[in-house]
């Protein structure tokens, strides 16, 4: 199956959602996010389609897809994922010298149009372990603990039976929060996740040792995830389970995770760790390692939807994370959602299911290449 044009589209997001929270609107570098469309076209007349990153502007994504990858591409079997994901990391080698965030949408794409062409939903064509996953409620940044609390209680409304801070980044503060929401909430599952780079290694280890008597399921990103020395030192100093390895999203980095002893918890996307292909790859190293490798959700409502797929065919992933509480939906018209039950389930359709939002999508156009 012949891949005959790859069209990119990039759109300015004017509905942020749970970005209007996010650190990145207050950087230099960003405005408001934009959304990189890449759709595959085949000979058969099949269309895939992914969503790519552009939180700080999409050109540079869109343009990488377009230079780089786009021409290791035309004219391959749309079929040959595994060669192409090889193809696109030598190209890359070779000139490239990108952020490989940048394939994930091609890849997404061409699972897409190979479950599409066997008539199947992504989660089965994968060959899925369960039909349905738990999933918690994702927080956006707060400044005060009430306003966890508040944002935890009506998660739990709304059937999120799992609750994660993202906390200020302030240690002595993240600790009252995250003591103030467990207080609140005794019975909730409940993670923290001060976005790598607040805490020193000291620092770390104090909130890590206040969120263990907190009985919290585990601690993220506590310092970057380059400083593999500290997250070693962590690993090994705590009892929380540290969750590390989002930011250094290669599948290739990850075995220096386990080797070094830098993780407990493994993350993989499929927008930042080279597509399906890519975060399949994370998820079954964890698994050999007996470690998880859980889901990680980034605000593309596409790529949220190859993110249930993919965690409802792997073992090793506890929950699926959805931000809250508006979630991301801009380009789609069925986004994830939970089920009162707590579990979220995929839809009926064939391939990733997805019914674009194409009015959205065009009216917020930038350029397209």
């Known amino acids: 199956m012949k891949i005959t044009d790859i069209e990119i589209t990039v759109s300015k997001v004017k509905e942020l959602g749970d970005l209007d929270d ?68 030598y190209a890359d ?15 997404v794409a061409l699972w897409d149009i190979a479950a599409k062409s066997a008539q199947m939903p992504l989660y089965k064509y994968l060959g ?15 400044k005060e603990p009430q306003e966890y609390v508040d944002l935890a209680k009506q998660a739990a409304k709304d059937g999120f039976t799992a609750f994660k ?7 002595d503060l993240d ?31 104090r909130v890590g040792r206040a969120l263990e008597k907190l009985d919290f399921l585990w601690l993220e990103e506590p310092i970057y995830d380059h400083d593999i020395h500290g997250l070693n030192k962590l690993c090994t100093t705590l009892d929380i389970p540290i969750l590390a390895s989002e930011w250094n999203s290669d599948f290739f980095s990850k075995a ?59 073992k090793n992933c506890s929950y699926l994370e959805i931000p809250y509480p508006s979630g991301s939906t801009f380009g789609i018209k069925n986004p994830v959602k939970i089920n009162s039950d707590g579990l979220v389930r995929p839809g009926n359709g064939i391939g990733l299911g997805v019914e674009l939002d194409w009015d959205a999508i065009e009216s917020s156009k930038i350029i397209s290449l």
């Open 175 to 205: 600790i009252e929060c995250c003591r103030a929401v467990r207080e609140a909430m005794p019975n909730m599952i409940l993670m923290s996740d001060p976005v790598g780079g607040h805490y020193n290694h000291e620092e770390a280890i």
């Open 256 to 314: 220096n995770y386990i080797k070094s002893g830098a993780a407990d918890i493994l993350r993989a996307d499929v927008s930042w760790t080279g597509g399906i292909t890519g975060a399949l790859k994370t998820a079954h190293l964890a698994e050999a390692f007996g470690m998880n490798c859980e889901i990680h959700m980034t605000l593309l409502s596409l790529m949220d939807l190859a993110n249930l797929h993919l965690a409802l065919a792997i």
């Open 128 to 142: 899925y372990y369960r039909s349905s996953v738990p999933a918690y409620a994702s927080s956006t940044f707060l």
């Open 22 to 89: 996010s650190p990145a609107k207050d950087t230099t570098t960003a405005s408001s996010p934009d959304i990189v469309l890449v759709t595959v076209h085949t000979e058969d007349g099949i269309e895939g389609y992914g969503f790519g990153w552009g939180t700080k502007g999409g050109l540079r994504t869109a343009h990488t897809i377009a230079e780089v990858f786009k021409p290791e591409l035309i004219n391959e079997d749309a079929l040959a994922r595994e060669y192409l994901w090889q193809k696109a990391h």
């Open 93 to 107: 080698r070779l000139g490239g010298n990108t952020a490989f965030t940048s394939y994930g949408p091609l890849d």
């Open 165 to 171: 801070l993202h906390p200020p980044g302030i240690p």
